[in-house]
T-cell receptor, first 115, second 110 residues
């Protein structure tokens, strides 16, 4: 597609439920990132995928968070047993390669509200 | 750990004035610096990417400078317009991860 696509754009869920957030990167981009933007806080790195390499999961805040990337393209971020503190905007980005000098392009984000 | 600071946190100017947004970072061993724009409730739009070997980048009314040794970047927006109202974020890459500042929220008054 023309840009990074995320779905859903908004998600309201009850505390304790599981949610799945989807990211479709720009075609041909091998690097994919998930970030979280909480109210009043900056963007927080969650996880990074590069090609077929093992992902860097160092930013995931707890073992309730997981992510996968199928076929080197679409990625899904799963949050199990959601808590109110998980409420945030989840942003996905992709870039052309794993080299750190390439431009990152972001999607519109998924606004997650846990009630 | 990289720390990125953006000053001021908020800025309000009349239409037509030039905007100056500042970004500083603590670890100068960066690969690049990227400026983004974020509109309320939206994602991030990339404005400019400056490689570590570059001193500045320009795109239309936007000009960004980079002084890597002193850990600073400045985004200039010439002849501001109400449509420039948004939050501007600075991000630096020490490796493949980006470290973000908290942003400067700009309001351009018509």
């Amino acid at each position: 597609g023309a840009g990074v696509s995320q779905s859903p754009s908004n998600k309201v869920t009850e505390k304790g439920k599981d949610v799945e957030l989807r990211c479709d990167p720009i075609s041909g981009h091998t690097a994919l990132y998930w970030y979280r933007q909480s109210l009043g806080q900056g963007l927080e790195f969650l996880i990074y995928f590069q090609g077929n390499s093992a992902p860097d999961k160092s930013g995931l805040p707890s073992d309730r968070f997981s992510a996968e990337r199928t076929g080197g393209s679409v990625s899904t971020l799963t949050i199990q047993r959601t808590q109110q503190e998980d409420s945030a905007v989840y942003l996905c980005a992709s870039s052309l390669g794993g080299q750190p000098n390439t431009e990152a392009f972001f999607g519109q984000g998924t606004r997650l509200t846990v009630v | 750990k990289q720390e990125v600071t953006q000053i001021p946190a908020a800025l309000s100017v009349p239409e037509g004035e030039n905007l100056v947004l500042n970004c500083s970072f603590t670890d100068s061993a960066i690969y690049n610096l990227q400026w983004f724009r974020q509109d309320p409730g939206k994602g991030l739009t990339s404005l400019l990417l400056i490689q570590s070997s570059q001193r500045e980048q320009t795109s239309g009314r936007l000009n960004a400078s980079l002084d890597k040794s002193s850990g600073r970047s400045t985004l200039y927006i010439a002849a501001s317009q109400p449509g420039d109202s948004a939050t501007y974020l600075c991000a630096v890459a020490n490796d493949y991860k980006l470290s973000f500042g908290a942003g400067t929220t700009v309001t351009v008054r018509a």
